[in-house]
């Protein structure tokens, strides 16, 4: 009997042992199935499961590979949320920290942090309006990383600030995406809000002048900030808000002029592509970065070494929220009160980084995957590359006059018809004009709802004769539209104004002789105006406007004490260029790069940079990327100061001419908002336009469709362009001649080689 019992016992037991076993493997099973197996130690929670996929595991000192395509394998160090890209033909290496090995020693705690974090958060406290940065080195912090096919999803916490976010980092072929998904974002402790977040600030970084290489920045065309020594002479680096300053959230620093009417500074030009990149040009290993989601807030930075700390590195940094000066009265001297936005981003933060390789590993690689990417993603359009000379023309100003202003007629309809028959007197054909201040009531008689042409430039039935008749000659008349501003003066705004975060209209001072004050309009009320502007236009068969104002304003407002984004702003300005597009061809006025889809060409692009101190280089990188697939235009070349180096930049970029005149002395200007304008009549540039349009427009013909393939500063200074089609042009911009390739070219000149 009790053998029995000890034989019941004994298979008890393994029956019990095998349950366990199988209890075991399952659990593993599970485990790695769903590649989460975890070991907690300190601060961080480390899941070291792989895919079963990748079988043995590769690690570099403390980084374990965790994605690779055909070029490029992905490493990943958790504690410091830190990867690591390395091309496996070359063997050349990305870092996005800091490594201890590189650390200089020379920095505070929290630089070194941000040095050494892959992730660094900017917070801010609603009582106090107090700062701080935390990162992955001085904040206690918890990290769990699952590992996809393509790389890591790392879910982020910092427990004392009760803030935690997810980032998904993702190698596909030869791009790495970094994305912080909107809902992963968690704001947990009352009062404590996330103020930035900048993923991998030191992304392909470099310290003082030990690699050769540069950092882009989309500041103008173009502009590089090369990676030597900068020896300490600067103290910051480039900082631009993608798309512009926000004035619904920032006070406006008044333009510094001379006698209240002429600037003395000229402003920053703005960023319109959301894009920075980073060359090591001895290792031939580069990226661009893109910045796909959260572009409405968010800043491109580029830091040369010297600038704080002795390390190159450009980054974006997004805006989730911002402060704004609250006023405390009605009062227009009110105090105000620092106040931090009530809601923050509602957006994906996404950067792509497009890398490049061996030839590649430049600017030049840069622009041709940038032109491709806006391509295959429907951003762009390929566009009419016909040549033209664009010579605009101004309609009517007006001047004040006892109690109210008078009509100032500077180029009528018939005039107009009359400067066409003289450029085509001079072999100018296929001119390409904007008409400012066609409309009644004059150039700012603003907002224009509908198309009804001034009495002093012929009334409405004339403008559409002309139109008419000209584009039969190959002329082509766009009607100008400042889609966004109002001019109060001279029509009712009381319900239609742009408010503010603070809740105060703004206000566009313009220090002008008749008015002074230019207001904002509503997003969706602009959207209106244009769709009424636009089916009153088309009604007369005219279907051609020149938008300005809606294509590179972005900006936060509130309405009826509702909160109105940058987000929302875009998204209505979208729909309104998208809705007139439909029936009109557009032009569009230095556009920000969402609503370059629409554009038939644009106008006024900048062919130089803000020339800060710390750039060592322009580039025409904007307009390498568009020639061959949409028309630029120039600014106008009447308010050159130096005409040959403009013209000379047009060639080298592919950019076309444009001109701004008038039929009448611009004298009779002087007490208009114009009277800054002071070189204009038609007789005085007759003959420049037509040399620019005989040289430029031959350009033109022998490069055809191509885009360029090819940009380089050769050893002795010359440019060389390069087209798709072979075409060679080369440029000089010395006082003396110069020889390359056997071509010589003369001193401030060009020359197109075989």
Same mark, same amino acid.
């Given at each position: 009997?009790?053998? *029995? ?29 769903? +590649? ?35 070029? !490029? ?6 504690? +410091?949320?830190?990867? +690591? ?30 040095? *050494? ?20 080195? %001085? ?15 790392? *879910? ?68 590089? =900030? ?14 631009? @808000? =993608? ?64 600038? +704080? ?78 040549? %033209? ?73 004339? @403008? ?19 889609? @966004? ?68 304003? @972005?900006?936060?407002?509130? !309405? ?124 005085? !540039? ?69």
């Amino acid at each position: 009997m009790a053998t *029995k019992k000890r034989k019941k016992v004994i298979w008890l037991a393994v029956i019990l042992a095998v349950v366990l076993v199988a209890a075991v493997i399952a659990t593993v099973l599970i485990v790695l199935g769903s +590649r989460q197996d975890k070991i907690v130690s300190g601060n961080h929670v480390h899941q070291s499961a792989l895919p079963v996929t990748r079988g043995k595991v590769e690690a570099k000192d403390d980084y374990v590979l965790v994605a690779e395509s055909d070029s !490029y394998k992905l490493y990943y160090w958790e504690p +410091r949320f830190s990867i +690591r890209l390395e091309n496996k033909e070359t063997g050349a290496v990305l870092e996005s920290t800091v490594s201890d090995e590189k650390d200089d020693g020379k920095n505070n705690e929290d630089w070194t942090g941000t040095m *050494k974090s892959g992730i660094a958060i900017g917070t801010i406290e609603k009582a106090t309006k107090s700062s701080d940065k935390i990162d992955m080195l %001085n904040a206690k912090n918890t990290i769990e990383t699952y590992y996809t096919d393509s790389g890591i999803y790392a *879910k982020i916490a910092f427990p004392d600030y009760g803030i935690s976010v997810g980032v998904e980092v993702s190698l596909q072929g030869d791009q790495l995406v970094v994305r912080v998904p909107e809902e992963s974002i968690k704001e947990e402790k009352e009062g404590t809000y996330i103020y930035t977040i900048s993923p991998f600030q030191f992304m392909g970084y470099t310290y003082l002048g030990e690699e050769n290489g540069y950092m882009l920045i989309p500041d103008g065309n173009g502009a590089l =900030i090369n990676l030597n020594d900068k020896e300490g002479r600067y103290a910051s680096g480039f900082a631009g @808000l =993608i798309y512009g300053t926000d004035v619904g959230l920032t006070d406006i620093v008044k333009t510094s002029t001379l006698w209240e009417r002429y600037e003395t500074v000229t402003s920053a030009n703005p960023v319109l592509a959301p894009i920075f990149g980073m060359a090591h040009t001895d290792d031939q290993i580069a990226y661009l970065g893109i910045v796909e989601s959260g572009d409405q807030r968010a800043t491109i930075e580029a830091h040369p070494n010297g600038a +704080r700390i002795d390390y190159n590195r450009c980054f974006v940094r997004f805006l989730l929220r911002d402060v704004y000066n609250q006023p405390l009265s009605n009062s227009s001297t009110a105090n105000t009160a620092l106040t931090v936005e009530a809601d923050r981003l509602h957006s994906d933060l996404t950067v792509r980084y497009c890398l490049l390789s061996g030839e590649d590993a430049n600017y030049m690689g840069m622009a041709k995957t940038y032109r491709q990417y806006l391509l295959d993603t429907g951003k762009i359009e390929r566009r009419n590359l016909s040549y %033209n000379t664009r010579v605009d023309v101004l309609g009517v100003e007006r001047e004040e006059f006892l109690m109210g202003t008078t009509s100032v007629p500077m180029t009528s309809a018939q005039q107009l018809e009359e400067i066409y028959a003289e450029l085509r007197r001079e072999g100018v054909a296929n001119v390409l004009t904007v008409y400012r201040g066609w409309q009644k009531g004059g150039l700012y008689d603003l907002p224009i709802t509908k198309y009804k042409a001034d009495g002093d430039i012929g009334g409405t039935n004339a @403008l559409t004769r002309v139109i008419l008749d000209e584009a039969e000659q190959g002329n082509t008349i766009y009607l100008y539209n400042d889609a @966004l501003q109002v001019n109060a003066t001279t029509n009712s705004s009381t319900y239609s104004v742009m408010k503010k975060v603070n809740k105060r209209t703004f206000e566009n001072e313009v220090n002008g002789q008749v008015y002074d004050t230019f207001y904002y309009l509503m997003p969706g009320r602009a959207g209106e105006n244009l769709a009424r502007l636009a089916a009153s236009a088309a009604g007369k068969n005219v279907k051609n406007l020149a938008l300005d104002g809606i294509t590179g304003q @972005l900006f936060s407002y509130s !309405y009826k004490g509702n909160y109105y984004s940058r987000t929302d702003t875009m998204d209505m300005f979208i729909d309104a260029v998208d809705t007139v597009d439909e029936d009109m061809n557009l032009l569009l006025e230095t556009p920000n790069q969402y609503l370059w889809k629409y554009a038939d060409a644009m106008l006024d692009m900048p062919l130089g940079s803000s020339d800060y101190l710390y750039i060592d280089q322009e580039i025409p990188f904007l307009s390498i990327v568009l020639k061959g697939i949409v028309p630029t235009y120039s600014g106008f070349v009447n308010f050159e100061a130096n005409k040959t180096e403009n013209f000379l930049k047009m060639v080298e970029a592919g950019m076309y001419p444009s001109f701004y005149v008038t039929a009448e002395d611009s004298s009779k200007l002087i007490y208009t908002n114009s009277s800054n304008l002071y070189s204009l009549e038609f007789d005085s !540039y007759r003959d420049t336009i037509a040399q620019y349009d005989r040289e430029l427009r031959a350009l033109a013909e022998m490069v055809g469709t191509s885009v360029i393939t090819g940009h380089e500063i050769l050893p002795n200074g010359l440019v060389r362009v390069t087209y798709e089609n072979g075409v060679k042009i080369y440029v000089n911009y010395a006082e003396r001649s110069l020889t390359y390739d056997g071509v010589t070219v003369d001193a401030l000149s060009y020359k197109v080689g075989e």
